[in-house]
């Protein structure tokens, strides 16, 4: 099949293929029988997502030969809990899933997390495969093996690194989301330009992301594969985030803190927050001399031309203010020692690890980002 490209993630003995196109859900059964040992698997998805994508997949999967059972969660970041954590593991130790069989995670980044978490201590360990249904998803969470589910005390302070057996991200799926969903979702594919290749900005600028936006098949296979070849080479590099992964988070503790102060939910979806984030961080960037006024103006700008909003008056209701927003920034995981690091950037496409931001200037860029919302 030509339409189908192949991006290998490069962990010794952890080797795994991320495999993007259209068509994929439906033809998942010969993607995964090399995986399995008996011809059965488990599938944990939402409600939303199997009105879609459930039945061709588990017509893909017996056309294979293989049987499956599936847990149907509810939609929603709430999912992301001790609740349903135990839910999934207890199922599927109740559906006799052994050590040597794979789990099937077939929705966006919430099911990829709970699934691969809940895989990741089942028995001590078994594979699992993500089949990401969100743009959000495939472009970064069903990649790198980060798994894991929320506290009280914040998003995925609970987890651990287990990395998929196979990734099968089908651009077709893309086609149901909901349009702000995929909007939001694209704010991760302009940070992987943002933080480390301009010359993938400058493609999305020049109208490849309208492309993607509109559906365009090619756009949108280009651009994910783009993203995710990115994200293998820096995970191969740093898969525990000891250095250079966290530059994956650029826009992400701006965006942790908004999340946290608009309560998670549909004031403002995590991609949104991080399409802001990212232009907090050029800001933030330009205030402390690094990089050019050209740069925050130029993310902006892109943004705005598409339709999302680069700026924190887009959000509805009530937020707080400089110093309440940066409280919530000090509980992000970046933060070592009570010192706050952020993700910076000297030119677009060059960003890098900041140690102790300035804590003046931070409020600065955000005071005067709240004011522009009066
Ligand atoms: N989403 C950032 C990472 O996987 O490291």
Same mark, same amino acid.
């Given at each position: 099949?030509?339409?189908?490209?192949?991006?290998?993630?490069?962990?010794?003995?952890?080797?795994?293929?991320?495999?993007?196109?259209?068509?994929?859900?439906?033809?998942?059964?010969?993607?995964?029988?090399?995986?399995?040992?008996?011809?059965?698997?488990?599938?944990?998805?939402?409600?939303?997502?199997?009105?879609?994508?459930?039945?061709?997949?588990?017509?893909?999967?017996?056309?294979?030969?293989?049987?499956?059972?599936?847990?149907?969660?509810?939609?929603?970041?709430?999912?992301?809990?001790?609740?349903?954590?135990?839910?999934?593991?207890?199922?599927?130790?109740?559906?006799?899933?052994?050590?040597?069989?794979?789990?099937?995670?077939?929705?966006?980044?919430?099911?990829?997390?709970?699934?691969?978490?809940?895989?990741?201590?089942?028995?001590?360990?078994?594979?699992?495969?993500?089949?990401?249904?969100?743009?959000?998803?495939?472009?970064?969470?069903?990649?790198?093996?980060?798994?894991?589910?929320?506290?009280?005390?914040?998003?995925?302070?609970?987890?651990?690194?287990?990395?998929?057996?196979?990734?099968?991200? @089908?651009?077709?799926?893309?086609?149901?989301?909901?349009?702000?969903?995929?909007?939001?979702?694209?704010?991760?594919?302009?940070?992987?330009?943002?933080?480390?290749?301009?010359?993938?900005?400058?493609?999305?600028?020049?109208?490849?992301?309208?492309?993607?936006?509109?559906?365009?098949?090619?756009?949108?296979?280009?651009?994910?594969?783009?993203?995710?070849?990115?994200?293998?080479?820096?995970?191969?590099?740093?898969?525990?985030?000891?250095?250079?992964?966290?530059?994956?988070?650029?826009?992400?503790?701006?965006?942790?803190?908004?999340?946290?102060?608009?309560?998670?939910?549909?004031?403002?979806?995590?991609?949104?927050?991080?399409?802001?984030?990212?232009?907090?961080?050029?800001?933030?960037?330009?205030?402390?001399?690094?990089?050019?006024?050209?740069?925050?103006?130029?993310?902006?700008?892109?943004?705005?031309?598409?339709?999302?909003?680069?700026?924190?008056?887009?959000?509805?209701?009530?937020?707080?203010?400089?110093?309440?927003?940066?409280?919530?920034?000090?509980? @992000?995981?970046?933060?070592? @020692?009570?010192?706050?690091?952020?993700?910076?950037?000297?030119?677009?496409?060059?960003?890098?690890?900041?140690? @102790?931001?300035?804590?003046?200037?931070?409020?600065?860029?955000?005071?005067?980002?709240?004011?522009?919302?009066?």
């Amino acid at each position: 099949m030509t339409r189908i490209e192949t991006v290998q993630v490069g962990l010794e003995g952890r080797d795994y293929a991320v495999r993007i196109g259209p068509g994929l859900i439906a033809r998942a059964g010969t993607e995964i029988a090399p995986l399995l040992a008996r011809a059965r698997v488990a599938i944990v998805t939402d409600a939303q997502v199997a009105a879609h994508h459930l039945a061709p997949l588990q017509d893909g999967l017996a056309q294979a030969g293989i049987e499956s059972s599936t847990l149907t969660l509810p939609a929603g970041e709430a999912t992301k809990s001790w609740a349903e954590l135990t839910h999934v593991v207890e199922w599927l130790l109740a559906e006799r899933i052994e050590r040597r069989d794979v789990v099937l995670a077939l929705g966006g980044g919430v099911i990829g997390d709970l699934a691969g978490f809940a895989a990741a201590i089942l028995r001590r360990g078994v594979r699992f495969v993500q089949i990401p249904t969100t743009l959000l998803a495939q472009v970064d969470s069903s990649v790198g093996g980060k798994t894991g589910i929320n506290s009280a005390h914040g998003k995925n302070l609970v987890g651990a690194f287990h990395q998929p057996a196979l990734v099968l991200a @089908d651009t077709a799926a893309l086609d149901t989301l909901p349009p702000r969903d995929l909007r939001a979702g694209y704010g991760e594919v302009v940070k992987y330009g943002l933080l480390g290749d301009a010359a993938f900005f400058d493609w999305l600028d020049d109208g490849a992301a309208a492309a993607l936006l509109a559906g365009q098949e090619a756009a949108r296979r280009e651009a994910v594969r783009r993203c995710v070849a990115m994200k293998a080479a820096i995970v191969a590099r740093d898969e525990t985030e000891e250095g250079e992964r966290a530059l994956l988070n650029l826009g992400h503790t701006f965006c942790h803190a908004l999340e946290a102060a608009t309560g998670y939910g549909d004031r403002l979806l995590h991609g949104e927050g991080v399409a802001l984030g990212c232009v907090l961080a050029f800001e933030l960037s330009h205030r402390l001399g690094l990089c050019s006024r050209e740069a925050p103006e130029r993310v902006r700008a892109h943004l705005r031309g598409l339709g999302i909003a680069a700026d924190p008056g887009a959000i509805a209701g009530p937020l707080p203010d400089a110093d309440g927003l940066i409280a919530l920034m000090a509980q @992000d995981k970046k933060v070592r @020692d009570g010192q706050l690091r952020l993700i910076l950037a000297r030119a677009i496409g060059a960003a890098f690890i900041a140690e @102790d931001v300035d804590r003046r200037a931070l409020a600065e860029v955000l005071a005067q980002a709240l004011a522009a919302r009066r």
